[in-house]
């Protein structure tokens, strides 16, 4: 069999300070099949002249005015010629260099269109200090209305899948990640596979968590979301399940192993 070549792809805007670590991570993926994709947003503060110091590395890289990082995210998927797909933010980090390895291992020995993991948050001041841990699960058909989610960056997909059931939908403000997944594990019903040990790390203080009316907007978009993908959804079951969700993840801890960076 074929390796399969995966493609990674990192949108970014005015991400000067954070990219080029983003980069290494990608670099340091011990994975030999990988297409690398930069999709910017016409950043302004040096992150081009960053990126393209890695120009040798890099498959493609395509700065442009966007509509936002999830038209950068379709811009990327449609420039894609890999047989999986997983997005890496600008700001977050693989876990460590067997992270894509252990992903097109997943894929090579299950029947699936899908894989995911678990996810934790760190901090600048303390980048091995584990300030939330999202730790996943297997997929069970009604969970997305109990506040589940996977960790979108942990999420790799067959190329075939967003051609055969689209892109994301840039029509909600925010969520659209979560209406992506949604999509395709609820609605399109596409096998998946869970990899219970952390795939990334993402640096705390995202745009949809800065406020309480980002969240709002966020949990709104995605109720109108599972409606019109005729989606089974309770509200109250939805908001109980992510405080619980969310309290959680504060509160445990993950296992140090070989897939999780000391």
């Known amino acids: 069999m074929s390796q399969l070549r995966i493609s990674l792809i990192t949108v970014s805007f005015n991400s000067a300070k954070t990219i080029a670590q983003t980069i290494e991570s990608v670099l340091a993926q011990d994975y030999p099949n990988i297409?690398?994709?930069?999709?910017?947003?016409a950043s302004t503060d040096g992150t081009q002249?960053?990126?393209?110091?890695?120009?040798?590395?890099?498959?493609?890289?395509?700065?442009?005015?966007?509509?936002g990082i999830y038209d950068a995210m379709n811009k990327g998927i449609q420039l894609a010629t890999g047989d999986l797909i997983g997005m890496l933010n600008a700001d977050d980090v693989y876990a460590n260099e067997?992270?894509?390895?252990?992903?097109?291992?997943?894929?090579e020995n299950n029947a699936v269109d899908a894989c995911y993991g678990d996810l934790i948050y760190f901090q600048d001041k303390e980048p091995n200090k584990v300030l939330r841990y999202w730790k996943s699960s297997d997929f069970k058909r009604g969970l997305f209305s109990k506040g589940w989610c996977p960790p979108h960056p942990t999420f790799f997909v067959r190329r075939k899948i967003y051609l055969q059931y689209g892109l994301f939908n840039t029509d909600y403000p925010m969520g659209n990640d979560v209406e992506l997944m949604m999509r395709f594990l609820e609605k399109e019903r596409i096998q998946s596979r869970y990899i219970p040990t952390v795939l990334v790390k993402m640096r705390a203080g995202g745009v949809s968590n800065k406020s309480m009316r980002n969240i709002f907007i966020q949990n709104k978009s995605i109720l109108q979301a599972a409606r019109a993908l005729n989606v089974p959804f309770s509200l109250f079951q939805f908001i109980?399940?992510?405080v619980f969700s969310r309290c959680w993840q504060f509160i445990q801890k993950p296992h140090v192993g070989e897939n999780y960076v000391k």
Do not use: M, R, W
């Not at 960053?50 to 890099?58: G, P």
């Open 98 to 107: 067997k992270v894509i390895s252990l992903v097109a291992k997943c894929f």
């Open 240 to 242: 109980v399940g992510k």
């Open 49 to 67: 002249d960053i990126v393209k110091q890695y120009a040798h590395n890099i498959t493609i890289f395509k700065s442009e005015p966007d509509k």
């Open 35 to 41: 297409e690398y994709i930069i999709i910017d947003g």
